[in-house]
């Protein structure tokens, strides 16, 4: 059966009965085995900041010991800062300075971080070309990928480009493109994907009867190849097939609904991958909503 999972806070946690605080990655490995997760996804990076405080050797050991108290829990996937943009113009700016420049940065610090902590994956959105156009858009990122990942040529960590909604000028949103982004990288065995349900089903790939996932499914392996698929986030979407807006909801409180969540965790094909949830934390009312998604995850792959 699929590893179910969700990404999970890196902020500060208490623990009680053992007299500790615990931050950093160390905490959503804590938070993860608490929700009695397969794997978990983190961010290694404040998500809406350029600037970055130091991955501390404290916190890098801090890690490895709780990953080696929760062996189970694996893989452990980082998804870099939503702030980086490797499909913008170069001339692009902000406060800091061009966008272009502090993506690049950043996305090398995120590598090196995932490197640091023994980590396999690091997602990452391909960004919005702004102008440029989709061609130029998305040669800017096969550039921007290659050139990240050339100082760690040696290292086990992959880059996984994540589909996008096709909102704006999204680059990403259609698998051609995709496609074509992990097809011209110099990188080829250190890039691969990472598909999101709602962001499919936003940019037209419906999901929701069996007919529709095994069109889907087909055109991801025509397109693109299901060996180069290494995560999937597991999203129901507020809003309709192919509006092209990015809402994420609960599984099976969306327009996806409840059977193409049980056609995709039972397909033999994704039997042993990482399905991590992005769904919001909490419902309406305040009530905690992970538990209640993966427990739904769960029996419908009738897995207890």
């Given at each position: ?9 890196v ?19 804590l ?13 290694l ?23 080696t ?55 990452v ?46 680059v990403?949103?259609r ?29 037209g790939?419906?999901?929701?009867t ?36 990015d809402r ?9 609904g ?35 998604n993966?427990?739904?995850l ?7």
């Open positions: 059966m699929p590893r179910f999972g969700a990404h999970l806070s902020a500060p946690l208490d623990l009680p009965d053992q007299r500790r605080t615990v931050s950093g990655p160390a905490a959503a490995l938070r993860a085995g608490q929700l009695k997760c397969d794997c978990v996804q983190l961010f990076r404040p998500n809406r900041q350029w600037t970055a405080p130091e991955l501390s050797p404290e916190q890098v050991a801090a890690f490895a010991a709780e990953k108290a929760a062996g189970a829990i694996h893989p452990v996937v980082a998804h870099a800062a939503y702030l980086i943009n490797l499909a913008g113009p170069p001339e692009a700016r902000v406060a800091r300075g061009r966008v272009a420049d502090l993506s690049l940065a950043a996305l090398k610090d995120e590598l090196a971080r995932a490197v640091a902590l023994g980590l396999p994956y690091v997602v959105h391909a960004g919005n070309h702004l102008g440029l156009g989709e061609e130029a858009g998305w040669r800017r990122v096969v550039a921007a990928l290659d050139e990240a990942l050339d100082p760690h040529r040696d290292a086990s960590v992959t880059l996984l480009v994540e589909n996008t909604a096709g909102q704006g000028t999204a990403g949103w698998l051609e493109q995709l496609a074509l982004i992990l097809d011209h990288v110099a990188h080829r065995a250190r890039v691969g994907l990472c598909l999101d349900t709602c962001h499919l089903f936003a940019a790939y419906d999901l929701r069996p007919e529709a996932y095994q069109s889907t499914i087909a055109e991801i392996d025509r397109r693109i190849g299901l060996d180069r698929l290494h995560v999937w986030h597991l999203n129901d979407s507020l809003r309709e097939l192919a509006g092209r807006i994420h909801t609960h599984i099976g409180c969306g327009a996806i409840i059977e193409g969540f049980r056609l995709l965790v039972n397909d033999p094909r994704f039997a042993a991958h990482p399905m991590i949830l992005e769904t919001p934390k909490e419902n309406d009312a305040g009530r905690p909503m992970d538990p209640v993966l427990r739904l769960r029996r419908l792959a009738g897995k207890k």
